[in-house]
């Protein structure tokens, strides 16, 4: 090495050097600038703080997709399971009608269906949340049978002390005008669902459909269809029930009045309320909410399962006292030999009578997180 000329080594290795000044000057410039964007988050710590942050909310904007379709299929298998069986529906009508003579004068408005246990949710200021009982413990029958029945239905899932639990909401008690707003999709599939229901679970002539509802069932316009859910006499107690895209302008003086113990009138509308109005919020992530109450649920999956279970949904028992005398047989079909339920989502001409209903299908618009199938109409 002594004798090496420094002139002739750095010709020999000038490529070596070259790339090692290169690499040197790169790692210089980006520490520089790591440097400058530190200073200007606040130092080290803020800035590794804010990239960690960063870094976070990224992994979670891609794998949140994944778990939101996860939870999407667990509410979905839930649903499925628990609303084909009549006695979860049957669980919260007489959990619902027991709280009413257990806790009065607190108003109880909804019930959370779990596997053991049945938590109904009560309104009413100085009064408790909630009154939880065991399904083993409820009646046989629904309790005080010539009362006014509850009339329960399905909203989504809700979790309740670590239990995933079916929610169910009575629309017997409470304002006459049942408001569904919010994020459009989730709000059309969820009228749909709840239309669905309420027209496998109340006498036929009790449900009447305006136009705007379902893009396969054309009904009448607003005021035509107001006038003849008007028109309606309540059956076996229950009023009749009006599902519109929208409520009729000029409001009717009957839904803007304070309501009574029994309207003669409830309505179902997506869009917002006027009058007395319970109102139904939904959001983008397939959430429900009732403003003004602590119940929050997932109903994004509503409408599948209910495709899935319409069949097998039990009729509303009629508070009447023939209820009472059947004792034991609480789920006894007291609807009148051969009634069918409105055609809610029937396409087509109508039948001839006496002729056999044959299931027909209408798809419901696409759910917040996944696409509905086809609404099945069961055969009466």
Same mark, same amino acid.
């Given at each position: 090495?002594?004798?090496?000329?420094?002139?002739?080594?750095?010709?020999?290795?000038?490529?070596?050097?070259?790339?090692?000044?290169?690499?040197?000057?790169?790692?210089?410039?980006?520490?520089?600038?790591?440097?400058?964007?530190?200073?200007?988050?606040?130092?080290?710590?803020?800035?590794?703080?804010?990239?960690?942050?960063?870094?976070?909310?990224?992994?979670?904007?891609?794998?949140?997709?994944?778990?939101?379709?996860?939870?999407? &299929?667990?509410?979905?298998?839930?649903?499925?399971?628990?609303?084909?069986?009549?006695?979860?529906? &049957?669980?919260?009508?007489?959990?619902?009608?027991?709280?009413?003579?257990?806790?009065?004068?607190?108003?109880?408005?909804?019930?959370?269906?779990?596997?053991?246990?049945?938590?109904?949710?009560?309104?009413?200021?100085?009064?408790?949340?909630?009154?939880?009982?065991?399904?083993?413990?409820?009646?046989?029958?629904?309790?005080?049978?010539?009362?006014?029945?509850?009339?329960?239905?399905?909203?989504?899932?809700?979790?309740?002390?670590?239990?995933?639990?079916?929610?169910?909401?009575?629309?017997?008690?409470?304002?006459?005008?049942?408001?569904?707003?919010?994020?459009? !999709?989730?709000?059309?599939?969820?009228?749909?669902?709840?239309?669905?229901?309420?027209?496998?679970?109340?006498?036929?002539?009790?449900?009447?459909?305006?136009?705007?509802?379902?893009?396969?069932?054309?009904?009448?316009?607003?005021?035509?269809?107001?006038?003849?859910? &008007?028109?309606?006499?309540?059956?076996?107690?229950?009023?009749?029930?009006?599902?519109?895209?929208?409520?009729?302008?000029?409001?009717?003086?009957?839904?803007?009045?304070?309501?009574?113990?029994?309207?003669?009138?409830?309505?179902?509308?997506?869009?917002?309320?006027?009058?007395?109005?319970?109102?139904?919020?939904?959001?983008?992530?397939?959430?429900?909410?009732?403003?003004?109450?602590?119940?929050?649920?997932?109903?994004?999956?509503?409408?599948?399962?209910?495709?899935?279970?319409?069949?097998?949904?039990?009729?509303?028992?009629?508070?009447?006292?023939?209820?009472?005398?059947?004792?034991?047989?609480?789920?006894?079909?007291?609807?009148?030999?051969?009634?069918?339920?409105?055609?809610?989502? !029937?396409?087509?001409?109508?039948?001839?009578?006496?002729?056999?209903?044959?299931?027909?299908?209408?798809?419901?618009?696409?759910?917040?997180a996944a696409p509905s199938p086809a609404v099945k109409r069961a055969a009466p």
């Open positions: 090495m002594r004798n090496t000329d420094p002139f002739v080594w750095f010709r020999e290795n000038s490529d070596t050097i070259y790339r090692w000044l290169g690499i040197a000057g790169a790692a210089l410039l980006l520490f520089l600038l790591l440097r400058m964007w530190a200073m200007r988050w606040g130092g080290w710590r803020a800035a590794w703080a804010r990239l960690r942050r960063e870094v976070a909310v990224t992994a979670y904007a891609f794998a949140e997709p994944l778990r939101a379709w996860t939870r999407y &299929r667990r509410a979905l298998r839930l649903l499925v399971r628990r609303l084909g069986n009549p006695a979860t529906w &049957r669980d919260a009508e007489r959990a619902l009608a027991a709280a009413r003579l257990a806790i009065a004068p607190a108003r109880p408005y909804a019930a959370l269906v779990g596997i053991d246990t049945v938590t109904v949710l009560l309104a009413g200021r100085g009064e408790p949340e909630s009154w939880t009982v065991d399904r083993a413990e409820l009646p046989s029958v629904t309790p005080e049978a010539a009362d006014v029945r509850p009339i329960v239905v399905a909203v989504g899932v809700a979790e309740h002390d670590g239990e995933q639990s079916c929610a169910f909401l009575d629309l017997a008690v409470g304002p006459p005008v049942l408001s569904v707003t919010g994020e459009d !999709r989730a709000s059309g599939a969820l009228v749909q669902a709840l239309a669905a229901q309420l027209d496998v679970r109340l006498p036929r002539p009790l449900v009447v459909v305006a136009e705007g509802v379902h893009r396969h069932h054309a009904g009448e316009p607003v005021r035509e269809a107001y006038r003849a859910a &008007r028109e309606t006499p309540p059956r076996l107690g229950i009023a009749p029930v009006l599902v519109a895209a929208e409520l009729p302008d000029p409001l009717p003086p009957e839904l803007a009045a304070p309501p009574g113990d029994t309207p003669a009138l409830r309505v179902l509308v997506r869009g917002p309320g006027r009058g007395y109005v319970r109102t139904l919020l939904t959001d983008q992530y397939g959430r429900l909410a009732v403003p003004g109450t602590p119940l929050l649920v997932r109903c994004d999956a509503l409408g599948r399962a209910i495709a899935r279970v319409l069949s097998g949904i039990p009729p509303v028992l009629p508070p009447a006292p023939a209820a009472e005398a059947v004792g034991g047989l609480g789920d006894v079909d007291l609807f009148e030999e051969g009634e069918e339920s409105a055609e809610v989502f !029937r396409t087509g001409p109508p039948r001839p009578a006496g002729s056999a209903a044959a299931p027909v299908s209408a798809p419901l618009p696409p759910e917040t």
